[in-house]
């Protein structure tokens, strides 16, 4: 599994049209409006590396209105239900 953040800057008055238009494209999981350089952020889950750049070039940065792209992919998940592993020594 392909984890990416997809960082966006959009036109200000279709955040909410923008954000909705992600949601319906397979690939994406979530959408977070967020403060700072960046107006959103979609969450993409795939299975290969190659669907990534469909998506991200072909599906996501052809949306009318969103006016730039960063995207970041994930190595590694961290969650707080694997933070106990990291610090057990087993028995």
């Known amino acids: 599994m392909v984890t990416a953040f997809i960082l966006m800057n959009v036109e200000r008055p279709r955040l909410r049209t923008i954000a909705d238009d992600l949601l319906a494209i397979d690939g994406i999981a979530e959408v977070y409006s967020v403060a700072g350089p960046f107006d959103l952020i979609a969450i993409a889950r795939l299975r290969e590396h190659e669907e990534l ?39």
């Open 53 to 91: 750049n469909d998506l991200v070039t072909e599906r996501v940065a052809a949306l009318e209105g969103i006016l730039s792209t960063e995207t970041l992919i994930a190595f590694r998940s961290f969650s707080k239900k694997d933070l106990g592993l990291l610090w057990d020594i087993g028995s």
